[in-house]
């Protein structure tokens, strides 16, 4: 079974403060995925990375960076917390989509609220 | 770029059929893909079906794609209250290689 696990399923932080979301993976997949949820607004892709050390932009970057040193470890950064960065942040991942559908698998999500 | 949007909201009676129904707009679309999210957690996915193909059944789940409307359903036989949930169709299009796009989610409410 593929397994995708982020660090908290509840986080709280201040106005200004630096979040550490991070995401693991223990299928070997070579693509990683950054996502918030909110609602009426459904899912808004913030990053990806396909392989170590590499990233793209998804449709909502400003305000966040993202990190992957290591292929089942990818990990999303808010420099300076803002309130609207509340949210629900789920990650995801998928193995190269050469290799088939390229279905996503999703961890449990990480509901963070910025005071 | 891709477009993908759901109906809002669904209410059916435990043991109906559900229909779930979804449109896209990027006729290149290769994969469609159903999750479900149940409360305070993430996206399971529950099927998916290549563009070459027109129904996909698994249980109690049947995809229907039409390609030239762009519209996908996915069909719940006999619905339990366990089947209460968000239901997202997403798509999978060449241009965009590893990356979905996301509908915006139809609640489901399995009433008893």
């Known amino acids: 079974d593929v397994k995708v696990t982020q660090s908290s399923r509840y986080l709280v932080k201040r106005t200004g403060e630096k979040v550490f979301l991070e995401c693991v993976q223990d299928m070997d997949h070579e693509n990683m995925f950054w996502y918030r949820q909110d609602p009426g607004l459904g899912l808004r892709l913030i990053y990806f990375s396909y392989d170590v050390k590499m990233k793209e932009k998804g449709d909502i970057p400003e305000g966040y960076s993202v990190s992957r040193e290591k292929k089942e470890r990818f990990s999303l950064i808010l420099e300076s917390a803002s309130t609207n960065q509340t949210s629900m942040y789920l990650c995801?991942?998928?193995?190269?989509?050469?290799?088939?559908?390229?279905?996503?698998?999703f961890g449990p999500g990480t509901r963070l609220t910025v005071l | 770029g891709e477009d993908v949007e759901q109906s809002l909201f669904l209410s059916v009676r435990e043991g109906d059929s559900s229909v779930i129904n979804c449109t896209y707009t990027d006729s290149s679309s290769t994969y469609l893909y159903w999750y479900k999210q149940e409360p305070g957690a993430g996206l399971q996915l529950l099927t998916y079906i290549f563009s070459n193909m027109d129904m996909k059944q698994d249980q109690r789940l049947t995809v229907l794609l039409n390609k030239k409307d762009k519209h996908l359903s996915l069909r719940i036989a006999d619905t339990q209250t366990g089947d209460s949930a968000i239901y997202f169709c997403?798509?999978?299009?060449?241009?965009?290689?590893?990356?979905?796009?996301f509908g915006g989610g139809t609640r489901v409410l399995v009433k008893p």
């Open positions: 995801a991942s998928s193995k190269w989509t050469g290799q088939g559908a390229g279905e996503q698998f």
């Open positions: 997403a798509s999978r299009i060449k241009a965009a290689g590893n990356k979905l796009t």
